[in-house]
């Protein structure tokens, strides 16, 4: 029967790491010097760093923002193709359930505004199945206006204008729509129209050119008019509600408070909604 023998203790000629002082570490870290084993070593640029300079360059590297106080989002804009992913995905789902359980459980209509609120933002990620082209254009749209206003708002900032956008594209089908007989709506129309909202809002605060947006946007509101199946109404409330909702981000203060402020300025969009839906709702 054999034993194990104790490894004797690292003497002091031997280097060893600061964390774990009974592991003789020969490799240094290229910021402090100081020794570092296997487990406390990073990769850098060009050798290794220790774990405690990593974290203090963490620490002490200044976040980027983007021009209206959200992170700055590089790369892929992450969260436009997260949208249009969702929407693809519900609009396969709507063709393979059956029984058109998808846009029966989650398209919007104004006897559910007080019932099934929900339905208000799931509504924008379902799309006619009648029209293929629905989709298309949509998520098109949604990936060329998404390219531009989400490094510019960040991430967060262009999710809330996203969702708003939608709601209140329901919340202005409701308000300018009889409630009987029950209309099902759906499609990302309204959101979209929103990022239009948002983005005049943001070139005009940034000073840049507006008459093409202002075309884009009279070419697509008047097809909503002459096209029976288009809730023009839809659009008219997620373009008003995605200015107001820019506007909020784009002119609140600079400053500590500049992200509160924002929060606060969505919150009273939302708060508008709430109030106009309820007054629709009581009036019948």
């Given at each position: 029967m054999s034993y194990g023998i104790p490894s004797a203790e690292p003497s002091a000629d031997i280097p060893v790491c600061p964390r774990h002082p009974d592991r003789p570490s020969y490799v240094r870290c290229q910021r402090?010097?100081?020794?570092?084993?296997?487990?406390?070593?990073?990769?850098?640029?060009?050798?290794?760093?220790?774990?405690?300079?990593?974290n203090e360059q963490k620490r002490t590297t200044?976040?980027?923002?983007?021009?209206?106080?959200?992170?700055?989002?590089?790369g892929r804009p992450l969260v436009t193709f997260v949208i249009i992913g969702l929407c693809?995905?519900?609009?396969?789902?709507?063709?393979?359930?059956?029984?058109?359980?998808?846009?029966?459980?989650?398209?919007?209509?104004?006897?559910?505004?007080?019932?099934?609120?929900?339905?208000?933002?799931?509504?924008?990620?379902?799309?006619?199945?009648?029209?293929?082209l629905h989709i298309v254009l949509n998520?098109?749209?949604?990936?060329?206006?998404?390219?531009?206003l989400e490094p510019l708002l960040g991430r967060i900032r262009f999710l809330a204008v996203y969702l708003i956008s939608a709601i209140g594209g329901s919340v202005g089908f409701l308000a300018l729509t009889p409630t009987l007989p029950p209309v099902g709506v759906v499609g990302a129309s309204g959101a979209i129209f929103g990022l239009f909202g948002a983005m005049l809002v943001v070139q005009r605060h940034r000073g840049g050119e507006t008459k093409q947006l202002?075309?884009?946007?009279?070419?697509?509101?008047?097809?909503?008019?002459?096209?029976?199946?288009?809730?023009?109404?839809?659009?008219?409330?997620?373009?008003?509600?995605?200015?107001?909702?820019a506007a909020a981000i784009a002119y609140a203060p600079r400053g500590k408070n500049q992200a509160l402020l924002q929060a606060g300025g969505l919150v009273l969009v939302a708060g508008l909604l709430a109030v106009v839906t309820w007054f629709r709702v009581t009036a019948g």
């Open positions: 402090c010097g100081r020794p570092a084993c296997p487990e406390c070593q990073r990769a850098a640029a060009v050798g290794f760093q220790c774990v405690d300079c990593v200044p976040t980027y923002r983007s021009p209206y106080g959200g992170a700055l989002a590089v693809a995905l519900v609009y396969v789902l709507q063709w393979i359930v059956p029984g058109d359980a998808v846009f029966e459980d989650f398209a919007f209509a104004n006897i559910f505004a007080v019932s099934e609120p929900w339905r208000m933002v799931t509504a924008a990620f379902l799309h006619s199945q009648g029209f293929l998520m098109y749209t949604l990936w060329i206006f998404g390219q531009a202002w075309v884009l946007i009279a070419i697509n509101g008047a097809i909503g008019f002459f096209v029976p199946s288009i809730a023009w109404q839809a659009h008219l409330g997620g373009l008003i509600t995605g200015g107001l909702a």
